[in-house]
């Protein structure tokens, strides 16, 4: 009887890998000082350094890595620059504003927001002067990362400029209101917002298209964003390529403005493909971004090179997801020769790039069967990501599991089970850690080092302890699942899976069945609302009901199951062969056991050989032949 063959199981690795997510536009304004040992800090164009002294000091409050502190610090002096212009303008009270921008420029935040309260304490609160008022007191409060304060200043804001009917200022403090409802979750509010301002720059673009194209293209990446966000992945492909339609005709006359924002769409959008399995328009999307970033790199190395080595890292992961990787190798080894180089020239900056590469690459060498060079890039990026935990442990600590978690599995796979225990358990003490501080963020990668544990347990035959850590795992995700089922629910049905495996061979054959089935009937779910990711995971665990129903002589509904997997997985091969082959061939060789004609099951297991990638399922195809007669 053949083992079972489709046993998925999470990783804490691949969470973080998937985790890179859609993000805004910034407008490239910062970039981090060249150091040599210690924190990095930023430098952004066109700021006061008094000022900058004070958003260095509140980024390194918030402990993020290097890309989303450019990100935020982007943002901030995109805001800065707006609030700088806005208290420069003559108003109802010039010589405070002039007072709260000298303060801006101090960086003394606190003292330039109660100028504004003395500003708005004076004026009739229903006017145009007092909208923007609040507009800009709600900037401030945005600059000293206080989201929660700066709403309800932006919401005064839009509504007096939507009683106003001032289109200009409705789409301006409508664009800041939106992304921050966003930004705090509040997306049913943040969407409506934003699809008024989206109408308020369609109208004015009617009139102006010059000044207000711009704006309605914004508009559009930032509606984009929040679908992407809340899984409305058809509205967010429709507004992402609208904006990109509008940033190609402002790049032909304003190319070195608007390139860099059509790379960035291109980029979004080959995220998006790849989520909807569309993984030959997302190589276009992110090999255009790629082209664009090369030819942006060579006359601005210092803030393009990184975003090449960003987008040969996304294309390597879409030539590993096409079964081709020898040109994921290739991307991935010049990604690498990238983040070295500038690795020599700023390293506290892009060691966490040259880290994230190393693992990528180490992921690509444990898939291809090559453990020794596995070993060595996931050993050198977990040393990187130690070093920079020592001094921002809260950004990179996460990292350090996850690498070890790696490690973990690249040690399994090689029989090496002490060595594996150790690092998923090191890896599982460091997430508990974590989530005692930050449930919510950490308790997911908790469970899926649970998971990993347990299929160690499992393989080692200590059935007992594999099936403590899968019921732990479970219980975390069906209560994560509770409040973010469309997030969760996947992995109830994996553990699940992992569960009924276990069960299965310990002769628990009853309770196999039940954890299968409910895994099933989640998946089934899944597969109304995406089908293209969950239609794969369907016949998976058909796979596994129809193994366990020959354990259990219930040959009819082996059948039955093994039949409907087929069909899946064919449809599946015939639509994207590099991605289903494996799949197919999975469920042909169960089918050679199903089936009882001998004719049937040489059939069966010749297109099995025939589809089979990966080398260990060609060879228990080719076994199978042994029911073929010979010519």
């Not at 918030?62 to 002096?77: C, F, G, M, S």
């Not at 679908?227 to 990109?244: C, D, I, N, P, R």
């Not at 089922?485 to 628990?508: E, G, I, M």
Request: aromatic fraction near 6%; proline fraction near 4%; charged fraction near 20%.
């Amino acid at each position: 009887m053949l083992s079972l063959l489709f046993v998925p199981f999470i990783t804490a690795a691949t969470m973080l890998q998937a985790s890179a997510t859609i993000v805004q536009q910034s407008r490239g304004w910062c970039s981090p000082n060249i150091v040599t040992t210690g924190n990095v800090t930023v430098n952004c164009i066109g700021v006061d350094p008094r000022a900058l002294k004070q958003l260095n000091a509140l980024l390194a409050l918030k402990n993020l890595q290097l890309a989303e502190e450019i990100r935020e610090a982007d943002e901030w002096t995109a805001r800065y620059k707006d609030l700088e212009s806005r208290l420069g303008e003559a108003g109802n009270s010039t010589a405070l504003s002039q007072q709260a921008e000298e303060y801006l420029h101090q960086g003394e935040l606190d003292k330039a927001g109660a100028v504004l309260d003395r500003i708005l304490g004076s004026e009739d609160n229903q006017t145009a002067q007092n909208a923007a008022d609040h507009f800009n007191r709600g900037l401030i409060f945005e600059l000293q990362f206080r989201p929660q304060d700066a709403l309800p200043q932006l919401k005064k804001a839009y509504q007096l400029a939507v009683a106003n009917d001032a289109l200009p200022e409705q789409l301006k403090y409508g664009n800041e209101y939106g992304k921050a409802l966003h930004d705090e979750n509040d997306f049913v509010h943040g969407e409506a917002i934003l699809l008024s301002s989206l109408e308020c720059a369609r109208q004015l673009a009617k009139v102006d298209p010059a000044t207000y194209q711009p704006d309605v293209a914004r508009t559009l990446n930032n509606l984009a964003v929040l679908y992407s966000h809340t899984q409305q992945l058809k509205e967010a492909e429709g507004a992402y390529q609208e904006a990109l339609d509008i940033r190609r005709q402002l790049a032909k006359i304003k190319p070195a403005v608007y390139q860099p924002e059509v790379a960035e769409t291109l980029n979004n959008l080959a995220v998006l493909y790849s989520h909807k399995q569309r993984l030959k328009e997302a190589e276009v999307a992110c090999q255009e971004a790629l082209d664009i970033r090369r030819q942006l790199a060579k006359t601005n190395p210092t803030v393009y090179q990184p975003k090449v080595a960003g987008t040969l890292n996304n294309l390597a992961l879409l030539y590993s997801d096409t079964q081709r990787p020898k040109e994921a190798e290739a991307a991935y080894q010049e990604a690498l020769g990238v983040d070295r180089y500038l690795v020599k020239t700023n390293p506290a900056a892009y060691e966490p790039d040259l880290a994230l590469t190393l693992n990528n690459l180490a992921l690509l060498y444990s898939y291809t069967q090559r453990p020794k060079e596995a070993e060595v890039a996931f050993q050198e990026a977990l040393d990187v990501r130690r070093q920079l935990a020592k001094t921002n442990p809260a950004a990179y600590q996460p990292y350090v599991a996850a690498t070890l978690n790696n490690l973990g599995n690249l040690y399994s796979d090689t029989r090496r089970s002490n060595e594996a225990e150790s690092a998923f358990q090191e890896s599982l003490d460091g997430y508990r850690q974590l989530a005692k501080t930050n449930p919510a963020a950490y308790q997911p990668y908790v469970a899926a080092t649970l998971n990993n544990l347990g299929n160690l347990y499992s393989d080692t035959r200590r059935l007992k302890e594999a099936e403590s850590a899968y019921q732990e795992a479970l219980d975390s995700y069906r209560q994560l699942a509770k409040t973010n089922p469309a997030t969760y629910q996947p992995n109830v049905a994996l553990t699940l899976n992992n569960l009924a495996n276990l069960f299965s061979r310990v002769q628990q054959l009853n309770e196999a069945e039940s954890a299968f089935q409910e895994s099933l009937a989640g998946y089934r779910q899944l597969a109304k609302t995406n089908p293209a990711v969950y239609q794969s995971y369907v016949a998976g665990t058909l796979n596994n009901l129809a193994l366990l129903r020959l354990k259990m002589n219930e040959a009819a509904e082996a059948t039955n199951e093994i039949q409907e997997a087929l069909s899946i997985n064919r449809e599946r091969w015939k639509a994207n062969p590099g991605v289903a082959a494996d799949d197919l061939a999975r469920s042909l060789i169960i089918a050679v056991q199903v089936q009882k004609e001998p004719l049937a099951k040489c059939q069966l297991a010749k297109e099995a050989v025939k589809v089979a990638y990966d080398p260990q399922l060609r060879a228990l195809a080719n076994q199978e032949t042994t029911a073929c007669t010979p010519p």
